[in-house]
């Protein structure tokens, strides 16, 4: 059964930094694709940004030129930095896993933007 445990998440204000990471519990080149996505309560998860195998990176369009995302095959992780936050990304974070049409979710880390 794959793992993901996510870390990283806390109270930063408006304009500053924080880098999640989501650890796995197999080596990370076995999966499809690897990202994340975030969920505010009673809205749909929706995507922040995914790597494939071939290490193609994709980002929601709210986060371009802000967030990046990729990864440290030595340590079994991704990592999602974010820079120039703003309210509007205070959400929880889930790091999310495909591997053989299987989709693996981590707990989920919270992130909350505010002065």
């Known amino acids: 059964q794959v793992q993901l445990v996510e870390s990283g998440g806390g109270l930063v204000q408006p304009g500053g930094s924080l880098r999640l990471s989501c650890v796995a519990s197999?080596?990370?080149?076995?999966?499809?694709?690897m990202g994340w996505y975030r969920q505010a309560p009673g809205k749909q998860r929706e995507l922040v940004a995914t790597i494939n195998v071939g290490g193609i990176t994709n980002y929601a369009d709210s986060v371009k030129g802000r967030f990046t995302n990729y990864r440290d095959g030595a340590e079994k992780t991704v990592r999602l930095q974010m820079n120039s936050l703003s309210p509007e990304d205070t959400d929880v974070y889930y790091c999310?896993?495909?591997?053989?049409?299987?989709?693996?979710w981590g707990q989920g880390t919270q992130v909350t933007v505010s002065s």
């Open positions: 197999e080596n990370i080149f076995n999966f499809n694709i």
């Open positions: 999310h896993a495909q591997i053989l049409r299987q989709n693996y």
